[in-house]
């Protein structure tokens, strides 16, 4: 059996040889066909071109003549405009007639000093990081020996050789053609591999590789010709397939959005960073006002002007319970999370208000409320023009005066419910009737007349409402048992909208006019997303319509679990309160030992390259920051805190507690009021005490009210002129609106005008335009980010030109401006400077500025110290005896020029 | 340099390319495998972010609703853009660089022109 199989396949195999064969001599036929063709149309072509030159040629050729065709200058050599013979004057007495030398004046040139060479360079604005392309680890690199003024091939011993990669196959068309026939019809197995790839180049892995990309090609080509159905409408609408979620959507924009230069493809922190989403999100929508116009005509909130003017008059006390409210949240945007303790059940629930009137409720009793409201919508929206029985109205009434109840307790224990729902929201939908409007709406004013009186009646109590309003809804759940039906359409969402509703739910709360205005208008109307609310969307976490008398159990569950969900966060927040009042922060801070460490030596330890932790909660062991010394900076996961230099240094001296400030967006108004809370919220562990550079709050930056923000930014969290945040010289703390924290203006840049110049000592220099003071900021040394080991290699060939333009930054990288950088790279070496460089934590990023070390006057240029190691300094830097050292940056290692080891 | 140039106060370090800048960005681009809407937003955005200075957080939520302003028939006239539009201005919500406010305030200003129309 097996010989019988195996000489089949022997077979088989050999008649695969065989048309392999016969296909290359096709392949080769038709190329030959193809080559005939291309010749003979390329030749039409030529001809349209040159048959004018030819004829002009032909016509020409004729009337040459002799003489005419002698050049100009070949005509004159027999009688040029000058002879000059050379004689040697040692033989001049002989011959004097022979001299025909003439004594040539000779002129003195005067000795002008070379230019310095010029080099292309790219101008940076932003430091950059290399491209894997520019690196010249593996290359043979060229240099130019100034003494023996020839190019000369860079070896050296220590460098690795790089192995010759193999090249890789490329695989002609006439190969893919083989493949796949042989593929397709043999199938993909060793021995078909073996025979191809006799005929065809590269190994037996890349051909392999090679068909499956066919194959995915060709499959690929096929989908394209189906063309899906359902997506047709949708796609018109918002011009994408409705099958892609909204996940792989944002996929794409997150893979290219960098949040720490907020823009796209940023070339200095690349793309595909990792994703750290703040751990608390703006979800507090509040708007007091509310729109009470009906969104579109689609809305529910149709009849919201006769039903509103009722309102108005009804309840006048109520609402001005309901705005002292809302002005509470408005002035408190950090989430709830963050208030006393004391607070019971604080929903982790966003706060929500809905367009029509703000009304807290809890959230679990609305829900319960909303169900009921559902299925009196579903009974009204089936028969439309109808008047609806009169039952259902009386349980409108019924319903609304139980979730006025309802709110009326809830607003009376505790004000800092944040929960909210759509009260008046359902006493429309319930009236959702074209032609019984008016009708119904006699009826529901009549409703809240007697609920405000209810309401009014019951404000003298809560606590035992609540046993009754149960009751209540007992009753009621019995009254609708079975009128439970489906909903219409509610199959027929999309995962993208279901997404969308949900990221709608997140923002605005339970609100559907702002959900279909905003997140899916042009998708589905308000009406539907209230009706798909009310069903119980997704966002309800025991989702489905029940059977009523399962309401309650819903209602106690949802307790529990908002109870659950921030339970463990009034723990936290209760642990660290604990740690604070261990540590007191001050500039000699033990808490940290990592960076205390750092400090008290003193030495030139580079800082290490900062990038976002992802921690969400607390910063513990695994985080990024903490173990390598860098602080949390606002891009950081967990974005409970910010810090702000002068602000900490004020709790330090006056012994308090208070510190941090939750993170706010840069509302200059809510940053004063979270400034006058007195509690400490949160802190870090990472984050060490005063005096670190990236306590910069440039978080807290908002445009000045005018059209643009240009020249008008600020710091506002610094007052007295600070070289910049954590320098060691903030003295008081900062009141916002004045002075400038130092790394603003590298963020600014507010650079001074720096103009080029050959330099006094050698090539060219940096020199000032206009004069400066002590310690002003003159620019940002920028240039390409390498890694230390490029920079060794390149530093090797730099040092044989004698020029040095790499910057250690940090223990990741080097600046190196040789090829891209800016103006400020030509500012010379000297021991004696007149400016100093600096490396600093901005937002993030380390950076070099250049600054003035004393007062400098215009058209002066500028020197800082490279500062080279004693024994590393090249001839030209080494100091003179008696150098003084320049103060110590505190923990940012001192910005020196790289040396190649 | 002539001697005015060297007296004026501009520096050429602050000169924007912008057509440099948009040929190099999309150049890059290309290699990244976005459809053309989205390739058109990310230059939109970037172009914006350069010229108006953009720089931090805080001013995100002023940036975007300039941002919308100043392109509003764009993104009213074209669908795709407008999508890219939208998912981009959910990404900034999930960064918490925008407010929900914000958001409601640019679909508002979309609206308006609009309805102007």
């Known amino acids: 059996m097996r010989k019988q199989l195996g000489e089949a396949a022997n077979d088989a195999l050999g008649t695969l040889s065989l048309k392999i064969n016969q296909l290359k001599k096709q392949i080769q036929a038709e190329r030959i066909v193809y080559i005939k063709e291309k010749i003979q149309s390329n030749e039409k072509k030529l001809q349209c071109h040159t048959s004018g030159v030819l004829s002009a040629i032909t016509t020409r050729g004729f009337s040459q003549t002799e003489g005419n065709r002698k050049t100009p200058i070949l005509s004159r050599i027999d009688c040029p405009l000058c002879k000059f013979n050379g004689f040697s004057p040692v033989s001049g007495d002989k011959d004097h007639n022979n001299q025909d030398v003439l004594s040539a004046t000779s002129i003195k040139i005067p000795y002008i000093e070379r230019l310095p060479p010029y080099t292309s360079w790219i101008f940076l604005d932003r430091n950059q990081r290399m491209a894997d392309d520019q690196s010249v680890v593996g290359r043979r690199r060229i240099y130019y020996d100034q003494h023996g003024s020839e190019a000369l091939i860079c070896s050296d011993s220590e460098e690795e050789l790089t192995e010759h990669e193999e090249e890789k196959h490329e695989f002609s068309e006439a190969e893919d053609r083989v493949l796949w026939m042989a593929f397709e019809e043999y ?102 006002e509310g729109d009470k116009k009906p969104c579109s005509d689609q809305c529910y909130l149709q009849l919201n002007e006769v039903k509103g003017v009722s309102e108005d008059a009804t309840s006048g006390s109520d609402q001005n319970k309901r705005t002292t409210t809302m002005e509470e949240t408005d002035g408190i945007l950090a989430p709830s999370t963050i208030e006393e303790p004391g607070n019971q059940s604080t929903s982790p629930f966003p706060t929500e208000v809905d367009c029509h009137r703000s009304l807290n409720l809890n959230v679990p009793i609305s829900v319960s409320v909303e169900k009921r409201k559902v299925i009196n919508v579903s009974d009204t929206a089936l028969c439309d023009s109808t008047p609806p029985p009169d039952g259902s109205q009386n349980s409108n009434k019924k319903l609304k005066t139980i979730s006025d109840d309802v709110i009326t307790v809830n607003s009376d224990s505790s004000n800092n419910l944040l929960g909210a729902c759509d009260e008046s929201k359902h006493t429309i939908t319930c009236a959702i009737l074209d032609k019984s409007v008016k009708h119904n709406s006699n009826k529901l004013i009549d409703s809240s007349s007697t609920c405000d009186t209810d309401e009014q009646d019951k404000n003298i109590g809560d606590g035992p409402k609540d046993p009754t309003n149960k009751t209540e809804f007992k009753k009621l759940s019995s009254s609708m048992e079975g009128k439970v039906d489906g909903m219409p359409g509610l199959s027929d969402w999309k995962p993208l909208e279901k997404e969308l509703y949900l990221k709608g739910v997140e923002m605005f709360g339970r609100n559907s006019c702002l959900i279909a205005r905003n997140l899916l208008s042009g998708l589905k109307t308000c009406m539907e997303i209230a009706t798909y609310m009310h069903a119980g969307g997704l966002s309800m976490p025991h989702g489905s319509i029940i059977a009523p008398s399962s309401i309650m159990d819903d209602k106690g569950k949802f307790d529990a679990e908002y109870t659950d969900q921030e339970m463990p966060s009034r723990s936290r927040l209760l642990r660290k309160r604990g740690k604070t009042r261990k540590f007191k922060y001050s500039w000699k801070s033990t808490g940290h030992p990592s960076i205390w460490k750092r400090i008290a030596d003193g030495k030139n330890q580079s800082c290490k390259q900062y990038t976002p932790c992802g921690c969400q909660s607390m910063c513990g ?12 900076e606002k891009y950081c996961g967990n974005l409970g805190v910010i810090w702000i230099g002068g602000f900490v240094q004020k709790a330090a001296k006056i012994d308090s507690e208070d510190a941090i400030v939750p993170r706010v967006s840069a509302e200059v108004d809510n940053v004063l009021v979270l400034l006058q809370d007195g509690n400490v919220t949160q802190m870090f562990v990472g984050i060490a005490g005063l005096g670190h550079p990236s306590l910069c709050p440039l978080s807290h930056l908002s445009p000045v009210p005018t059209t643009t923000p240009t020249g008008a930014w600020q710091c506002l969290m610094t007052d007295n002129p600070v070289l910049s945040c954590g320098d060691g010289s903030l003295g008081e703390p900062p009141r916002r609106g004045e002075g400038q924290c130092g790394n603003m203006r590298l963020l600014l840049r507010q650079q001074q005008r720096i103009l080029l110049a050959k330099s006094d000592v050698a090539g060219w220099g940096a020199f000032l335009k206009n004069p400066v003071n002590k310690n002003d900021y003159l620019g940002e040394y920028t240039g390409e980010l390498i890694s230390h080991r490029e920079a060794d290699k390149r530093g090797k060939i730099y040092d044989r030109a004698n020029s040095s333009f790499l910057f250690d930054l940090n223990d990741q990288y080097v600046l190196d401006a040789y090829r891209k950088g800016d103006k400020l790279k030509f500012a010379n070496h000297s021991s004696n400077p007149n400016c100093y460089a600096k490396v600093m934590l901005v937002a993030g990023d380390h950076r070099v500025g250049i600054f003035a070390k004393e007062h400098i006057d215009a058209s002066e240029e500028l020197f800082y110290d490279y500062r080279y190691g004693p024994d590393q300094a090249p001839p030209w830097a080494r100091k003179p005896e008696g150098s003084k050292s320049d103060e110590s940056t505190v923990c940012q290692g001192r910005a020196k020029k790289h040396q190649s080891h | 340099m002539d001697l005015e140039e060297v007296v004026k106060d501009e520096d050429s370090e602050d000169e924007i390319n912008e057509g440099a800048r948009v040929i190099e960005d999309r150049r890059r681009l290309e290699l990244l495998g976005l459809s053309e809407d989205e390739k058109q937003f990310v230059t939109m955005w970037n172009s914006f972010v350069k010229k108006h200075r953009v720089l931090v957080d805080g001013h995100m939520n002023w940036a975007y609703e300039a941002f919308t302003k100043y392109h509003c028939a764009e993104f009213v006239h074209s669908t795709l853009l407008n999508w890219s539009w939208r998912v981009f201005m959910i990404n900034l919500y999930d960064y918490g660089l925008l407010k929900p406010t914000t958001m409601v305030t640019c679909y508002a200003i979309l609206k308006q022109y609009r309805e102007q129309k």
Do not use: M
């Not at chain 1, 018109?236 to 796209?264: H, Q, V, W, Y």
């Not at chain 1, 990024?624 to 949390?632: A, E, K, L, S, W």
């Open chain 1, 187 to 288: 199938g993909l197995n060793e021995e078909v591999l073996n025979i191809v790839s006799e005929f065809v180049g590269g190994t037996s892995s890349e051909i392999q590789e090679r068909y499956k990309s066919i194959k995915e090609k060709n499959i690929g080509r096929l989908d394209q010709d189906q063309p899906s159905e359902n997506s047709g409408d949708l796609e018109s609408i918002i011009g994408i397939s409705p099958e892609k979620t909204l996940s792989a959507a944002l996929d794409s924009f997150d893979n290219l959005f960098c949040r720490r230069c907020l823009i796209f493809d940023c070339r200095l922190h690349g793309c595909s960073q990792p994703l750290v989403y703040p751990s608390e999100k703006q979800t507090i929508w509040s708007d007091p």
């Open chain 1, 621 to 632: 062991k695994e985080c990024t920051c903490v173990n390598g010394g860098t602080c949390c």
